[in-house]
């Protein structure tokens, strides 16, 4: 699977020429909505990114599974490396639409442990606070 299409990579990219421009400028810098989200098939491994780099450096929120997401950046080229049991290799979620700023996708997977589980609970609010669960 082709993780970066072109319409995802000038997405990140323009947030990523935002943030700069705010720092530029001494304005505060955005909390954009999360581009696109990638997977582990085979594990709890996820990542929302919100920008690219020119050298394909990828920034956004990091879950390896292990109990404390975290931001910061990782590679594209590296993701698109991975190589997983059974020939599979990290996908990128096809019907992701983030809802949220990342500010608030890291806070609530920070408070749950992983970013499933805190896209879990900030549905399950959203339903509450709507009045449909």
């Given at each position: 699977?082709?993780?970066l299409t072109p319409d995802i990579a000038a ?123």
């Amino acid at each position: 699977m082709k993780l970066l299409t072109p319409d995802i990579a000038a997405a990140l990219a323009a947030n990523a020429a935002a943030r700069h421009d705010a720092i530029a400028r001494g304005a505060r810098e955005p909390d954009p909505k999360p581009v696109v989200r990638f997977f582990s098939p085979v594990g709890a491994a996820t990542w929302l990114a919100t920008e690219i780099d020119a050298d394909g450096i990828l920034f956004g929120l990091a879950d390896l599974g292990f109990g404390c997401p975290e931001l910061g950046s990782f590679a594209a080229a590296e993701l698109e490396g991975v190589r997983l049991p059974f020939g599979l290799g990290i996908e990128r979620d096809l019907h992701f639409e983030a809802r949220h700023p990342l500010s608030v996708y890291a806070e609530a997977a920070r408070a749950a442990g992983s970013i499933i589980l805190g896209e879990q609970r900030l549905h399950a609010a959203a339903r509450r606070l709507s009045g449909r669960g």
